[in-house]
């Protein structure tokens, strides 16, 4: 073995000061904990459903599934009332911290604003307020399409508040991803901005809903934020959003919620068709969040001050978008019901310098650092000096989510950022890898900062409460280790997902039915002979570009659009920073002659369809695409030819000759590295 292979697979361990006032302080107790958590989950649940303000105590902590649209995760906190944005805000108010901070937004230009919780709770129940004025009811759904402005975090709890259910469309999404996700849930309110900063200039945000969202039947009004204040396109429906909030009174009572009513529905990529709008619930999610990120990360809040002050609360920071799941749980929800100091930050990492996260940590004193794989190879590129300007020795924890985090990535992070050791038993800052999905509501297996010894690469062990099984095609357990299979948990949690909105069928086949009495994640993972677990990627054909879920058959759909391209194929292909890339297989229209300016057309295309982020970075013309007797396109067999590796078996294939056509045709790319 050679010396860098043993330091991959060596140990790598949390400064040992962290345990000592830590809430689970060894792994023994994790053991412990984990063991009793799936022997009685009712008991394990019951205790951190405490950590919530109920308005109505539930009877029941879980009542099993009962079929007919109640399939494997049951009903958690039944009959429980409460409200999720007094759990963020309210109570703290009432407790007597409503002078102490809640969320810090930082935006590209320096401002910041810290809100307290009093000055937050104020500003909700103003935009509460307005939402109200404009007809939003109850269980409405609202379309929330912002960028990173400190309004997005009080459009969501606004709408908590009052009961809405808010969609959120992340912003680097086109506008006809909006009106898609706004046609499927019925959406009666869209808010977005007028413009969005980014990099240090306003760009168009409303301007790209002309001519769309005239076109979405359940749209009633559209409330603008005023980014910019500039010229912009002007929709009849329109309503200033920025000044009917600020007319309002800071008063709003919050509304009584069902444990089991959905808080929000946030859409997500499949394999097939359109996007699934995955629902969440008011308790179950809230709990599990709360108990998530409390245990991982150890920050002290309002919950548990651990015996500090207040004032002088640990400082949490996750460079998400609230767009993704990310920014939903970690920015919004978890942090603020948790009483802890929550950073938003507007902008991209690397502008106005390349040291933005950095300047960050130093400015606003953060203790708790979580971010994506992608985003720390993109700074690892700039290497150490443009961290070294900074003092960052606030951290106290780092994380990462979203895809593998792998040994560069991942061994830069250990010493440049967290100063850690390296020799025989390397000590340092630990790095959580945390592993979940949009449909799991928070973390399923994830490393407990201050205590778990870590891997590179893997996301350690399971949380509390969570059951992982590692199937084969037949549903029968690998037990091997270092074998690779399906990924998939045998026992629900509050926080999974309850349904598909509108498409309930959709939900069961693509998640329970594979493996009966299992929930499928769709990944492909593997377990070392010390029980670590490691995640290899998808099985299915979602394909992550810097750790944004992709669904190949949306990206197919916006190529397909283009008026010369009869069909097209996707893949993922490896990236230096993203991760993945797109690399796209298209057949044009009969009579079209390829060029490279149709390559680029196509882009622009796709980008103008489905969004900035989504580009197909290599384009390579196909005269047919290798397909399956039932015309099913066989992505496995392009994903080798693509990336230039073994093809194996095309029998199923109804047109084999095709394959060696392709090869020869990516052979004529010759070698494409980013
Ligand atoms: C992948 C993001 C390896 C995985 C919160 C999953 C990961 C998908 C990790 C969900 C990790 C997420 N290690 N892979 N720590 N975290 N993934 O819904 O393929 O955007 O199924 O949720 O990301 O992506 P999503």
């Given at each position: 073995?050679?010396?860098?292979?043993?330091?991959?697979?060596?140990?790598?361990?949390?400064e040992?000061?962290?345990?000592?006032?830590?809430?689970?302080?060894?792994?023994?107790?994790?053991?412990?904990?984990?063991?009793?958590?799936?022997d009685?989950?009712?008991?394990f649940?019951?205790k951190?459903?405490?950590?919530?303000?109920?308005?109505?105590?539930y009877?029941?902590?879980?009542?099993?599934?009962?079929?007919?649209?109640?399939?494997?995760?049951?009903k958690?906190?039944?009959?429980?009332?409460?409200?999720v944005c007094?759990?963020?805000?309210?109570?703290?108010?009432e407790?007597?911290y409503?002078?102490?901070k809640?969320?810090?937004?930082?935006?590209?230009?320096?401002?910041?604003k810290?809100?307290?919780?009093?000055?937050?709770k104020?500003k909700?129940?103003?935009?509460?307020?307005?939402?109200?004025?404009?007809?939003?009811?109850?269980?409405?759904?609202?379309?929330?399409?912002?960028?990173?402005?400190?309004?997005?975090?009080?459009?969501?709890?606004?709408?908590a508040?009052?009961?809405?259910?808010h969609?959120?469309?992340?912003?680097?999404?086109?506008?006809?991803?909006?009106?898609?996700?706004?046609?499927?849930?019925?959406?009666?309110?869209?808010?977005?901005?007028?413009?969005?900063?980014r990099?240090?200039?306003?760009?168009?945000m409303?301007?790209?809903l002309?001519?769309?969202?005239?076109?979405?039947?359940?749209?009633?009004?559209?409330?603008?934020?005023k980014?910019?204040?500039g010229?912009?396109?002007?929709?009849?429906?329109?309503?200033?959003?920025?000044?009917?909030?600020e007319?309002?009174?800071?008063?709003?009572p919050?509304e009584?919620?069902?444990?089991?009513?959905?808080?929000?529905?946030?859409?997500?990529?499949?394999?097939?068709?359109?996007?699934?709008?995955?629902?969440?619930?008011?308790?179950?999610?809230?709990?599990?969040c709360?108990?998530?990120?409390?245990?991982?990360?150890?920050?002290?809040?309002?919950v548990?001050?651990?015996?500090?002050?207040?004032?002088?609360?640990?400082?949490?920071?996750?460079?998400?978008?609230?767009?993704?799941?990310?920014?939903?749980?970690?920015?919004?929800?978890?942090p603020?019901?948790?009483?802890?100091?929550?950073?938003m930050?507007?902008?991209?990492?690397?502008?106005?310098?390349?040291g933005?996260?950095?300047?960050?940590?130093?400015?606003?004193?953060?203790?708790?650092?979580y971010?994506?794989?992608?985003?720390?190879?993109?700074?690892m590129?700039?290497?150490?000096?443009e961290v070294?300007?900074?003092d960052?020795?606030?951290?106290?924890?780092?994380?990462?989510?979203g895809?593998?985090c792998?040994?560069?990535?991942?061994i830069?992070?250990?010493?440049?950022?967290?100063?850690?050791?390296?020799?025989?038993?390397p000590?340092?800052?630990?790095?959580?890898?945390?592993?979940?999905?949009?449909?799991?509501?928070?973390?399923?297996?994830?490393?407990?900062?201050?205590?778990t010894?870590?891997?590179?690469?893997?996301?350690?062990?399971?949380?509390?409460?969570?059951?992982?099984?590692l199937?084969?095609?037949?549903g029968?357990?690998?037990?091997?280790?270092?074998?690779?299979?399906?990924?998939?948990?045998?026992?629900?949690?509050?926080?999974?997902?309850?349904?598909?909105?509108?498409?309930?069928?959709?939900?069961?086949?693509?998640y329970l039915?594979?493996?009966?009495?299992?929930?499928?994640?769709?990944?492909?993972?593997?377990?070392?002979?010390?029980?670590?677990?490691?995640?290899?990627?998808?099985?299915?054909?979602?394909?992550?570009?810097?750790?944004?879920?992709?669904?190949?058959?949306?990206?197919?759909?916006?190529?397909?659009?283009?008026?010369?391209?009869?069909?097209?194929?996707?893949?993922?292909?490896?990236?230096?920073?993203?991760?993945?890339?797109?690399?796209?297989?298209?057949?044009?229209?009969?009579?079209?002659?390829?060029?490279?300016d149709?390559?680029k057309?196509?882009q622009?295309?796709t980008?103008?369809?489905?969004?900035?982020?989504?580009k197909?970075?290599?384009i390579?013309f196909?005269?047919?695409?290798p397909?399956?007797?039932?015309?099913?396109?066989?992505?496995?067999?392009?994903?080798?030819?693509?990336?230039q590796?073994?093809?194996?078996?095309?029998?199923?294939?109804?047109?084999?000759?095709?394959?060696?056509?392709l090869?020869?045709?990516r052979?004529?790319?010759?070698?494409?590295?980013?």
């Amino acid at each position: 073995m050679s010396e860098s292979d043993k330091e991959k697979q060596k140990k790598y361990y949390p400064e040992p000061e962290l345990a000592k006032n830590a809430r689970v302080k060894s792994m023994d107790d994790y053991n412990n904990i984990w063991k009793q958590s799936i022997d009685n989950p009712d008991k394990f649940w019951d205790k951190e459903a405490k950590m919530v303000d109920w308005f109505k105590p539930y009877s029941k902590v879980w009542q099993s599934p009962k079929g007919d649209g109640d399939d494997f995760v049951g009903k958690w906190f039944v009959d429980g009332k409460l409200n999720v944005c007094y759990n963020c805000l309210d109570r703290w108010v009432e407790k007597g911290y409503g002078d102490q901070k809640s969320l810090i937004w930082m935006g590209e230009d320096d401002t910041l604003k810290e809100y307290t919780f009093a000055s937050l709770k104020d500003k909700v129940c103003k935009a509460a307020n307005a939402l109200k004025e404009l007809g939003v009811k109850k269980g409405d759904r609202v379309c929330i399409w912002l960028p990173m402005v400190d309004d997005l975090a009080i459009s969501m709890l606004a709408c908590a508040r009052i009961g809405a259910i808010h969609s959120i469309v992340f912003g680097g999404f086109s506008a006809e991803s909006v009106k898609d996700r706004i046609d499927d849930s019925d959406c009666k309110i869209l808010i977005t901005a007028d413009e969005v900063m980014r990099a240090g200039r306003a760009r168009p945000m409303k301007d790209n809903l002309k001519g769309i969202i005239e076109t979405c039947p359940s749209i009633e009004k559209v409330a603008v934020v005023k980014v910019t204040n500039g010229d912009v396109y002007e929709y009849e429906k329109d309503v200033n959003y920025t000044a009917l909030i600020e007319k309002q009174s800071t008063e709003c009572p919050c509304e009584e919620m069902d444990a089991e009513d959905p808080l929000f529905i946030l859409y997500t990529s499949g394999t097939t068709g359109k996007p699934k709008g995955v629902v969440h619930t008011q308790g179950g999610y809230l709990v599990y969040c709360m108990s998530t990120n409390l245990y991982v990360w150890d920050y002290s809040c309002l919950v548990d001050l651990k015996g500090g002050k207040p004032s002088e609360r640990d400082v949490w920071y996750c460079t998400a978008d609230i767009g993704w799941i990310t920014g939903h749980s970690q920015i919004v929800y978890g942090p603020l019901a948790l009483g802890a100091i929550s950073v938003m930050y507007e902008g991209v990492p690397t502008w106005p310098h390349k040291g933005r996260f950095w300047e960050i940590v130093q400015k606003l004193k953060v203790t708790h650092f979580y971010t994506a794989p992608t985003a720390i190879r993109a700074l690892m590129k700039y290497g150490e000096k443009e961290v070294n300007k900074w003092d960052i020795s606030s951290l106290k924890m780092l994380g990462t989510v979203g895809e593998v985090c792998n040994w560069p990535e991942w061994i830069w992070y250990w010493k440049v950022i967290g100063k850690g050791s390296t020799g025989e038993k390397p000590v340092g800052k630990p790095i959580v890898d945390s592993y979940w999905q949009t449909e799991t509501g928070s973390y399923m297996m994830v490393n407990f900062g201050a205590i778990t010894p870590m891997k590179p690469g893997s996301c350690t062990f399971p949380f509390f409460g969570i059951n992982p099984k590692l199937l084969d095609e037949d549903g029968n357990e690998v037990k091997n280790t270092n074998t690779q299979a399906y990924f998939a948990y045998d026992m629900p949690w509050p926080g999974l997902m309850r349904t598909v909105w509108g498409n309930h069928e959709r939900f069961v086949s693509t998640y329970l039915s594979k493996f009966p009495g299992h929930y499928y994640t769709g990944d492909y993972a593997q377990i070392d002979d010390e029980g670590y677990y490691f995640i290899l990627g998808r099985a299915d054909d979602v394909i992550k570009v810097s750790g944004h879920r992709l669904g190949s058959a949306e990206v197919e759909s916006a190529i397909n659009s283009h008026p010369k391209v009869a069909e097209s194929a996707v893949c993922p292909y490896p990236h230096s920073i993203k991760g993945s890339t797109i690399f796209a297989f298209v057949t044009l229209m009969e009579g079209v002659d390829p060029s490279e300016d149709l390559k680029k057309e196509i882009q622009n295309h796709t980008r103008s369809v489905a969004g900035p982020t989504v580009k197909p970075e290599v384009i390579m013309f196909a005269d047919a695409l290798p397909k399956t007797r039932s015309g099913k396109i066989m992505r496995r067999i392009l994903k080798a030819i693509a990336t230039q590796s073994e093809i194996g078996n095309t029998m199923t294939l109804a047109n084999p000759d095709v394959v060696q056509h392709l090869v020869e045709e990516r052979a004529k790319l010759g070698k494409i590295e980013f």
